[in-house]
């Protein structure tokens, strides 16, 4: 299915992890890459990393690297989020993108489809 279906948010303690999975499939040979984002109250919705369809390449933004991590599972048309040492700035509604252009990771302008979003909380 290319309209990506997120799951696994929810309450989290500072410091923990969180997993959050995405259902999605390429489905067109136009639809480059897939990626997650955030967007926190009052705030742009923010990138935070991106995985290329054809290889599985991955993106990370500055702000997440080293702590998020992207991942797939091709043969259940699954794709991750690792979530770890989660701070309270953390929490926001998370999602999916599909079908990326291929031009700009980080624009939500550069994917097609979109997920309804799941919310993460962290609390301190």
């Known amino acids: 299915q290319v309209q990506p279906v997120e799951s696994g948010g929810g309450l989290v303690q500072a410091g923990g992890s969180l997993r959050l999975s995405c259902a999605a499939s390429?489905?067109?040979?136009?639809?480059?890459?897939m990626g997650w984002f955030r967007q926190a109250p009052g705030k742009e919705r923010e990138f935070l990393a991106g995985?290329?369809?054809?290889?599985?390449?991955?993106y990370y933004a500055d702000s997440v690297r080293g702590r998020f991590t992207i991942s797939r599972d091709n043969a259940k048309n699954t794709v991750y989020l690792q979530m770890n040492s989660l701070k309270p700035d953390d929490t926001a509604v998370y999602y999916c993108?599909?079908?990326?252009?291929?031009?700009?990771?980080?624009?939500?302008?550069?994917?097609?489809?979109w997920g309804q979003g799941t919310q993460v909380t962290v609390s301190s």
């Open positions: 993108a599909n079908g990326w252009t291929g031009r700009v990771w980080s624009s939500p302008n550069e994917y097609r489809y």
């Open positions: 390429r489905r067109t040979f136009s639809n480059l890459g």
């Open positions: 995985s290329r369809w054809i290889d599985g390449s991955t």
